[in-house]
């Protein structure tokens, strides 16, 4: 069955970095492009960024654009979410998904001062 395993998360200051990973399993990795998706507390969920089955294109929201990069390892069956210059806006739960179907547990990414 599929999985997605995110991880990476945690608390941050403002200005910040973070890694997130998600580690996917139970199907064709390298044949689906792959998003990621947030949702900040008492919100919906939001789309933050796509990126292509073979990695050379990507997709980003206008609010990360410029900060967040996707990035994916097609070997490893994993999907990369580096994000800079954090700001407390980007505090939510952060989810990967290949179909919009399928969802792991999500990880937490706190921006506080």
């Known amino acids: 069955q599929v999985q997605l395993v995110e991880s990476g998360g945690g608390l941050v200051q403002p200005g910040g970095s973070l890694r997130l990973s998600c580690a996917a399993s139970g199907f064709i990795f390298n044949g689906y492009p792959m998003n990621w998706y947030r949702q900040p507390p008492g919100k919906g969920r939001e789309f933050v960024a796509s990126i292509s089955s073979r990695g050379d294109s990507t997709i980003y929201a206008d609010s990360v654009k410029g900060r967040f990069t996707i990035s994916r390892d097609n070997t490893k069956n994993t999907v990369y979410l580096q994000m800079n210059s954090l700001k407390l806006e980007d505090t939510a739960v952060y989810y990967c998904?290949?179909?919009?179907?399928?969802w792991g547990q999500g990880t937490q990414v706190t921006v506080s001062s």
């Open positions: 998904t290949h179909n919009g179907g399928d």
